[in-house]
């Protein structure tokens, strides 16, 4: 694949793939904007045409076009590349070499998936009363239908089979692609069709009954192209609002989504068909740092949200929920009654811990012995998720507040974390990214500052790697003199040893919490010295 990258490279300038998510203006040689990422208060985003890199001083990110993409878009080097492919004019399957067969049979897949949609689209545009239906009952607009590419697929047994036959697809590639049943006929009938679209396009389908039957909604099963846990569905229509707004609303149904960008909050997505991931929120936390969860107040809603904070105190994310819904049973229902109450809704948003300690003293009877001690149980359960001590702090001092107990009381009844919990994952990721940029500092000394005799300091051999230190280099060095840089590399190598100290004394914690449970007391005490050890330094 380094041939089809190089070829991807010579058509598409960096300049013109970053230009299409931040608005860059001219500094000198390079290019400078404002971070995708939002976390720089002055424009820190440098971008070297000549040299066809990019490097974000304040989130301490940087290389080629695959690796800003990846980053920018939440997606694998995979799907970066095919994005680009795609973009540049590139046949990939060309550089396939050893995966030809795999790429060839994805790319059959992409075809007949490409090709069904665009049949589902006309055939919708062909039946009256399927067009009444979405757009009459379901309200939507023909822009909307246009946007998310909605159709319909014949209640026949065959019509999609006898389509893709015509146009010379095998029964094979129809069943890889996800579009046949177990009898070879095809998979959806009399349904309305709504595609599942990723950045490279049409990856499978839900698709929504009717008439009376079972089940409801049918959707593609996972295949090379469609794996659930990874997919968001409308993510691909609402990344730029998410981006510019600075905030991403999760849905739990796809017509939910749908509903919602025709409503004018085009921040929407939901997961399709699964349970929330870390993938998921993952993909979602490298566009924004806010999420709000628009679920169901059920006892599913409150299941869901639970699992939303776990996973959310892990990646930094600030999680929110909507739920003045006024009355409507969900998003969808809401809009059908009036659009400006949804926007409404966006923007009277509760932290989710907040509103999930209000569920739990809705349910339980707090004048009772058993309903505090249930009430407190839950209540620790939830805030061991919650990483920042000062919010923690004040969550404790709520539920103690309401328990008429005290913090220390709370404290001794407190539900015991896994060893896996007591060290977040939060915490590692930005010692992490400490570490990074004084290694990027370092390196970008060493080699282009003409200073020697640094030890530890590895001289990375990736090309990319060396360009992208060049410009940080030219960034914050290159007035200073060889003096002042020999002072700085020392001053960074005396902080690097420290940072990379205290991380280690974090992972021996976790070994530490791991040895106490199995009640090793040999192995704990052969811990605590190593741990003494790394803090006498």
Known sequence: ??????????????????????????????????????????????????????????????????????EVEGISFREALEKLAAQAGVELKKYSGGNKRVAERKQRMKEILELSCRYYQFCLTKNEKVCDYVFNKRNLTKPTVKEFRIGYSPNTGKALVQFLTKKGYKMKEMEVAGVLN????????????????????????????????????????????????????????????????????????????????????????????????????????????????????????????????????????????????????????????????????????????????????ENLDLNSGPGKREYANLAMKLLKNVTHSVEKKHYMQLVARKLDCSVDDLSENKIVETPAKRLKKANLEASSDVLAGIKDNLQAIVVYGGVTGVKGVEIPEDETRLTELEMIFEERYKDWNKLALEKEAKALLTRYKVEMGKQEVEMLNVELAKAEEAGDEDLQAEILRKIMVLKRG
Request: proline share 4%.
């Open 1 to 70: 694949m380094d041939d089809a990258k190089e070829e991807i490279r010579a058509r598409l300038s960096v300049e013109d793939v970053v230009g299409q998510y931040i608005e860059l203006k001219r500094a000198g040689r390079n290019l400078k904007g404002r971070s995708p990422w939002g976390v720089d208060k002055t424009p820190s985003f440098m971008v070297s045409p000549e040299k066809g890199i990019w490097h974000d001083f304040s989130a301490n990110k940087g290389g080629d076009i695959f690796s800003f993409i990846m």
């Open 182 to 361: 177990q009898y070879k006929g095809d998979l959806f009938r009399g349904r309305m069709m709504v595609p599942f679209i990723d950045s490279v396009g049409v990856i499978g389908y839900t698709a929504r009954i009717l008439g009376k039957g079972e089940p409801k909604y049918l959707n593609t099963p996972e295949t090379l192209l469609f794996n659930k846990s990874r997919f968001v569905f409308g993510l691909v229509q609402a990344k730029e609002s998410i981006r510019q707004n600075g905030f991403v609303v999760i849905v739990e149904g796809n017509m939910d989504v749908i509903s919602s960008h025709q409503a004018g909050v085009k921040e929407a997505v939901a997961t399709s068909g699964t349970a929330m991931t870390e993938g998921h929120l993952k993909m979602l936390s490298r566009l924004t740092g806010d999420v709000r969860l628009a679920y169901d107040g059920d006892a599913a809603g409150v299941k869901a949200t639970e699992r939303a904070i776990m996973l959310a105190g892990d990646l930094g994310i600030n999680l929110s929920v909507i739920s003045d819904y006024h009355g409507a049973k969900d998003p969808d229902e809401l809009i059908q009654k009036d659009p400006k109450l949804w926007q409404e809704a966006v923007k009277n948003y509760r932290p989710a811990v907040d509103w999930l300690l209000d569920k739990y003293e």
